[in-house]
């Protein structure tokens, strides 16, 4: 349910309010808390900290809706905030925004414009949270965030979420698009990364589906990390579907024939988890470190186009669920003697 907090003077919009959203207030939709003015605004806050949306005006007396914003933005970033205002001049309109009003709607209020914005609103704030939730249970390793999140996290239980560490048992996958530097020679910047973004979005999907997620892109490779449950049952389900899904795609363009697969490496086992960078800058990549992390890229670089590639004892653990095929030993770098390695054929 979202929670809304209304502040204007205006009493009779209490009233109106309630009726034209009645239906979303009984089915538990919507939950709205009236405020006066700003001062009484943020007193409402604190007695209700899950606020989503703030619906203000901008004169009101003891504090305007303006300075409210301004409050709004250091106290609780995560609230997102439209202007509600008869003033619909383009500077109150202007200085709104460069507060952090999210939208501005003018009265009178037409209330289906009202109602289409405070969706628009808690879609917008629902993705802010379910990042924060994210960061927090580190499921994503490594992404952009609204600088609110970051604030709003304090650096506290910032340094202390984020500089946990743990030993993991987990299944990493290389996965590269081969040769895909050489079609830089005959295409556009903008083409080149137009178009590795979509390759790399395709084999998002299919990891994401696997229940993993993405650790680092790496020039135009993927590593790759699946925990939990049949985690590395589910890293080579992911990687057969990206492996079948890239190779589905057509041509770049009448005079290129590229035509992309990947090579693809998967190890399984032991590994540390836990924050590479400088926390003074709070620029940390969450990630996995360890020798079967090193293995699953050097398989990765062994591997040919279109191959599956894993490791002997990874081979022991999937025989029974998948088809695969011994290549033989195989000399990888850093590795002392040659490894026995088979291909996923499905």
């Known amino acids: 349910m979202a929670k809304i907090l209304v502040a204007d003077d205006e009493t009779d919009l209490e009233m109106l309010i309630k009726q034209k959203f009645r239906q979303k207030i009984r089915e538990q939709q919507y939950e709205f808390i009236f ?13 209700h900290p899950d606020v989503d949306i703030v619906l203000s005006d901008i004169n009101m007396p003891e504090m305007d809706g303006l300075t409210l914003l301004s409050r709004l933005g250091e106290s609780s970033p995560l609230i997102k905030s439209v202007i509600v205002s008869a003033y619909g001049d383009m500077e109150n309109i202007r200085t709104a925004m460069n507060r952090g009003a999210f939208d501005f709607i003018t009265k009178p209020i037409n209330f289906e414009d009202l109602s289409l914005t405070i969706i628009k609103t808690i879609n917008h704030v629902t993705q802010i949270r379910e990042t924060l939730k994210a960061i927090k249970e580190n499921n994503i390793l490594k992404m952009y965030v609204d600088e609110t999140v970051l ?6 239980e ?33 083409t080149v990364v137009k178009l590795l973004n979509k390759y790399f979005d395709v084999m998002v999907k299919e990891i994401i ?39 589905k795609l057509p041509t770049i363009s009448d005079h290129v024939s590229f035509t992309p697969k990947v090579s693809i490496g998967i190890n399984s086992g032991e590994m540390i988890s836990g924050n590479i960078g400088s926390a003074n800058l709070r620029r940390l990549d969450y990630t996995v470190i360890g020798d079967v992390v090193n293995t699953a890229q050097r398989l990765q670089s062994a591997a040919a186009p279109g191959q599956i590639m894993i490791s002997e004892q990874t081979y022991v653990k999937v025989k029974e669920s998948f088809s695969c095929r011994k290549v033989g030993e195989v000399s990888l770098k850093n ?6 390695v088979y291909e996923v054929m499905d």
């Open 209 to 247: 589906t696997q229940g993993g997620y993405i650790d680092k892109f790496i020039g135009d490779a993927i590593m790759a990390v699946f925990r939990g449950d049949y985690h590395l049952d589910r890293a080579i389900d992911a990687c057969l579907a990206v492996r079948g899904k890239i190779e």
């Open 151 to 156: 604030n709003f996290m304090g650096s506290q």
């Open 158 to 190: 910032f340094e202390t979420s984020l500089m946990a560490n743990e030993t993991i048992e987990a299944t990493i996958a290389f996965i590269d698009i081969c040769s895909f530097t050489s079609i830089s020679e005959n295409e556009t910047p903008d």
């Open 35 to 47: 405020a006066i003015n700003g001062n009484d605004a943020l007193d409402k806050i604190r007695q």
């Open 335 to 340: 590795k002392a003697h040659p490894m026995n």
